[in-house]
């Protein structure tokens, strides 16, 4: 986790409901204007910015949100303009669109945008990310991999991400696309790292006390491999299936909970309690 | 694990090599001819037999295995013929073909030839079964279920199988259909029951005292839900996605095993070192 930060993170596992009751994009609605401020939606993960965002600024109109706006920064010398930078922070909450994650880093790292979203964040702005913008709020993320794949190093691909949520890897379209065997494989490189596998049309919230909740039709399926006994993965050749032992799996359906400092799940009723 | 047989298992996740190494097929020639007797072809799974049963007939003979015959069953009536029961109780081993499950227990399901397959297997014969073959192993057995799904109950249907291994639940074609939802699914049910995902050209051995181990080109998933510490299964509607914590997974490829009996993975260095 960020340290002294106040901003809420919502990271989303793609596809979520834009038609029906749509949950999740109704309560990025709901922590924004509880934060004050506008919804910027940030498409640098997609080729296609005024698509998606003309689609994401409909939605969250007709969700009843009042002020939309899209930022398609496409490039670094814009991701450095200082209206740019002036924009994020007067957001309420940002919205990373899906795409491919390696926009996101290639075009916003390093720049004054970067800086901004951190700034953002640590002063309370709600941060949101889909598909792709879900993936690039960790320290390190997966950038590619196989699906529907035992875990293999040859089939996982990481990168450095935005770092706004540390100590986990996200991964997303999580039971959709059988990635438990990339999630592991990322996971066993480094077992401090914890995997969150976030299925489609469902989302956690994580708050600035490291306190994650689902929210959404699926599910969050938490890898932990802290304590796991035995591993191959340092004699392993690439193409060579891994070898965990001990991995420590939580399915966590909408109500349920995660502490990431204590790195234990928390029960609905237990929720409900408190 | 049943109890007081001879006999030795070995299970196969479907789309096991027939043209390279043919690693899984060698080994269950290996195991037949250790035991005396020849192999056994049963299609009851399969709508295809003529087909289905030349194909292995013609792999088995090209890697050396000298008796091979088919037993294609496709009724009641002939499961419960004295021959049958004779060609099955003088085979060294016995192979079950991929197809429907359901068409296994359905046609063999307490006639003659379920009562030999059980004898044999007590008095040492070996039983493998690939894909449909190895799902009805176990006492209960998953029957159909939805593939790159979160766990629902309604995402999975069980019902009886062959009863030749106790106190596990199998699925095949494990992280290629990406089916962690669905054998989670099914170990919830019944928390004292292991989950063993096996993948595609996988294969578990499992001998007389209950320990497996890994044999083929990927990985076998073990689900030990037995230390769970929550589920919501009772409450849980059959389309409610299920919560599950404190899950155990060990993930094992060629080289490991486990013991069934102690519910814990036997490592690489462990086995050599026997």
């Known amino acids: 986790m960020s340290d002294a930060v106040d901003g809420t993170l919502l990271i989303i596992g793609g596809a979520e ?20 401020g ?6 640098a993960a997609t080729q296609y910015p005024e698509k998606v ?6 939605i969250f109109k007709r969700l009843g949100a009042d002020k939309v706006l899209s930022l398609d920064i496409s490039s670094r010398r ?15 909450g940002i919205f990373f669109t899906g795409g491919d994650q390696l926009r996101i880093t290639g075009i ?28 690039v709020m960790s320290a390190t993320m997966i950038v590619g991999g196989d699906n529907d794949s035992p875990p293999q190093q040859s089939t996982i691909s990481m990168g450095p991400g935005m770092g706004l949520v540390r100590g986990v890897v996200i991964d997303q379209h999580f039971a959709q696309r059988g ?20 299925d489609e049309d469902t989302a956690v919230v994580i708050n600035s006390k ?24 340092s004699e392993a050749e690439p ?36």
Chains 1, 2 share one sequence.
């Not at 004054?112 to 964040?121: C, F, K, M, R």
């Not at 032992?245 to 309690?273: M, N, S």
Request: overall charge negative; charged content about 25%; glycine content about 10%.
């Open 78 to 92: 814009q991701a450095q303009r200082p209206e740019t930078k002036e924009i994020i922070l007067s957001a309420g």
């Open 108 to 135: 916003l790292g390093g720049t004054a945008a970067d800086w901004a979203l951190h700034e953002a964040y640590r002063r309370g702005t709600v941060i949101a990310g889909t598909s792709a913008g879900a993936s």
């Open 239 to 274: 193409r060579q299936p891994l070898a965990l032992t001990e991995i420590k799996v939580h399915i966590l359906p909408q109500g349920y909970g995660f502490d990431l400092q204590e790195r234990r799940p928390i029960l609905k009723d237990e929720d409900e309690a408190q």
């Open 210 to 233: 490291g306190e994650m909740r689902v929210l959404g039709s699926q599910t969050v399926t938490i890898v932990d491999c802290y304590g796991c006994e035995h591993t191959n993965i």
């Open 179 to 198: 990635r438990l065997g990339r999630l592991v494989a990322a996971v066993a490189q480094q077992p401090a790292t914890l995997g969150i596998g976030l």
């Open 17 to 36: 409901d834009k038609q029906g009751e749509c949950r999740i994009l109704k309560e990025f609605i709901r922590l924004t204007e509880a934060r004050g």
């Open 53 to 58: 965002s003309s689609e994401y600024i409909n």
């Open 38 to 43: 506008g919804i910027v939606i940030m498409t």
